[in-house]
């Protein structure tokens, strides 16, 4: 893979916009190397993706020389570099099947990110996230206030760029959903709206439902209703027990969060509202 | 098809039962060609097809022979014919995407079943349920509780066996859903218990999901609350307008209604509470 | 749905292309609703879709306006104008779901095309397709060569854009399938490339797949082996008969031909070697 | 899980199987837990789990007691007893994925199997499979027919019941296939019979289709030609290169793998000429 920068943007819909982006792009030679475009309540929201060698400047020289155009155009937008990978803080608890998935995606290479550590409020993962010669940091959540405090000065420290819930299961507090709004990927065992809340496949059993789901989320101060990434669904029948819908439900959570997540890290998701823009 | 008969039974769960009523079919000569078992709760379901022409007599008297087995181990039963078919009547308002796909599988001879009429709040559909011989009835809803009586008035005198609400946009009253318990399916327009009510397409666009589906289930009381019988989901994005999820979701709503009521039609759907089995 | 006009593009690629492009339509005025780019073995392909009443001249003058530019960069392009319908020709046999499929959306305003005829070599669809008010032909296929020539006469004659073999149980000469290249759309009953040819449900039995499928492409002269555009599978198991899976099948065929066509219909697909990119 | 015995049968057709089957079961007190049948081509195939703790003796005796009705119907049949593990032998490359997975899902507890060990023909996956405290065994390749020897006698020397290849990229040899008939299982890249042999993403993106699959099937001496067990196919579209394909198909792999392998180790799976029997 080419080293390439990923600008995106959002500001207020009017003709010419994509005309003048593309024209500044093209008078410094950058070659496009995917392009997509998105209107939404008089919103427009834009990618696109820059081969880096095509341009003869870096990132900051970019962002530089872009910034007055952005000013013109009431943009709020950034620049992302390939080369310069996101940290993601993951956070566990006893379950480990979506911390499995992300860290084998991770050493193959598939999923280009830094981990600079795994937290968890139990001990069970330790030797499992150590042979990766990832940092294991277990926090007591004994006193649940100071418990995230903690998390939240250990992402700080350690410079996360994005917190990974992968099967956490304890509730955050507001506080740390507001200040890292954007920045907190959750993956709910339901196909959200459908039951929020704790045991989502107790709920869909008893309901009848025929099809259990997963859905990967931008966490905010409202339980299980922040901005869906990405979601997914699988049949299941009257045969099956909650354990079966468990079972099943662990192959459609770690496939729904690797996909929302890669989407983030390759700057391919805008929030618009409490929604999602996805440019796949 | 050769013609056959289908065993539904019912009965609190015990040691033998499978024994005990293939042991009676074998007795007789019967050929079993489709056998299904569950068990939830304590209670034992079973579904049985057997070739019509391998007994040495008819379903009458199978029935008669049957009744003291099933007598002892209290089952709850019934022996339905292939050769008798269901007869549904069908209750439509101005959208004809579930009526045309249901009166194409009809023609084909897909949906073996009598239409012996369709009923509608509205005309718009007369000349296309009429090209095909079925009497169309219109029925005006300025008096509901009178129109009410008169559809169930209408469905006895056609001696419907089941009412098909094919994207029919009034809410039957109580009286009628219980007196017809089991025997009204409906199709809701939204992956239910998500999107309860009116404009689930609507809702669904708001909450920015990534998959939209269809529900068929019986009707009772409790508004898109009743056993669900079949679901699907398919995948939307951002860019979809609630034009779109219309348009995308008719594909699915024919389907699901289509699936759900050839279940119904072969005696599939054993109702347990408030939840299906389908044996397929 | 306001007016608008669809210009698709394929030239050679190089740095610049989006940006004089949506330059030139920027300089008009010219709304952008949609667009999509894609490069492939150095050809570059490009979609936009602009608002009719944001242009100050209608379709022809922006065709005269846009030749030099399409010429300095050795453009193959086009411009179609939404307020123009395409006309679809459609050929059947006796099977008739996927017809009634289409002739459902068409009639519902979802598919937005003029239907001059549909041709037949069987009498048996023709009731259904006249209460649709659509001419109906009859052609014997007694003289295989007379019949294909009075079968291109037809198109020509009622100015047919795109011919649709909808489940049109011939098989069409390769002079046909070269006069009208990229006009010629079917839909097969397999996944293709998987089981060419004749009774494909047949040979998916016994091969003991678990899932079948069906695929709709642009006829070749090779037999099954043009350009796919849409395809779609869905499971089976190993209690369903060959009769079985024509029933599935014939579900997914009409789903699949209706999305492959809407597609053609809205531009949205271009031809790049034996391949199709299909902007949705 | 309670322990359970599952006895699978297959036997020519006739009235009265399934009567004499559980007759002998409930003459014993024996509950079952599940039951499904299949007839094809006048063979039928059964499969019943029975509760271990419902019966008064063991499974020796079981199969004593059997034997007589079982010789009477002509019957094979075979009685598994979930208290032990069938034993995996797993062959693999550098591909890591599918190896993951597995261990993932043993580690775990819900693939109920033991695993001797796993061979490879590459030392890259020694650490990740030692960390498991499960032997890892190099077998050299540059002499084919020892090191196929080898393989065939490692795996005789810990009692293997069944051979998977999870993503082994080496063909077996046609005695191999012949000694371990329906006990070596394969994972192939491609949704058979579509794409046989070597890179069959490759095939795939030159052909342009619009979904990519993987099968999981019976090795025998045809190639990729075996019963299939287990299949799933996933949308792409014109942007996805052949490397996106390769990363896609890892995700379509591991769970086509998972549930055949599952299926086969539950005895689900029965061979019917070259098609399977899974009672799902």
């Known amino acids: 893979m080419n080293r390439h ?3 995106t943007i959002s500001c207020p819909d009017r003709v010419g916009i994509i005309a003048a982006v593309t024209d500044f792009i093209a ?3 950058g070659f496009i190397v995917e392009a997509s475009y998105h209107t939404e309540e008089e919103q427009f929201f834009m990618r696109q993706e820059i081969r880096a060698d095509s341009l003869p400047f ?3 020289e970019f962002c530089r020389r872009f910034a007055p155009l952005a000013g013109e155009l009431s943009m709020d937008w950034k620049l992302a570099d390939s080369a310069k990978n996101k940290r993601l803080v993951i956070l566990v608890s006893k379950q480990d099947h979506c911390l499995d998935d992300l860290l084998h995606r991770w050493r193959s290479g598939e999923l280009q990110v830094d981990i600079p550590c795994v937290i968890s409020n139990h001990e069970d993962l330790r030797s499992f996230v ?6 294991f940091i277990h926090v007591d959540m004994q006193d649940k206030a100071a418990a995230f405090e903690k998390i939240a000065e250990l992402f700080e420290q350690h410079r996360g760029d994005t917190l990974v819930l992968a099967r956490f299961m304890q509730i955050l507090p507001p506080g740390i959903c507001q200040r890292y709004a954007g920045r907190i990927i959750n993956i709910h065992h339901s196909f959200l709206p459908s039951f929020v809340g704790a045991k989502p496949y107790h709920q869909a059993y ?7 789901g997963a859905t990967c989320h ?5 339980l299980d209703a922040g901005p869906i990434i990405e979601q ?3 049949r299941i029948d009257h045969g099956d027990t ?6 099943y439900g662990r192959d459609i959570e770690k496939t729904v969060l690797a996909r929302g997540l890669r989407y983030h890290v390759e700057d391919r998701v805008l929030v618009c509202g409490n929604k999602t823009i996805v440019f796949k």
Chains 1, 2, 3, 4 share one sequence.
């Open 58 to 60: 870096d990132a900051d």
């Open 27 to 29: 008078q410094h030679g």
């Open 206 to 212: 008893l309901r009848g439902v025929k099809l259990i």
């Open 5 to 7: 920068y990923t600008l």
């Open 218 to 222: 931008y966490v905010t101060r409202d």
């Open 242 to 247: 909650v354990d079966d819908l468990v079972r």
């Open 130 to 135: 150590e042979w990766h010669r990832i940092p």
């Open 232 to 234: 997914d669904t699988m």
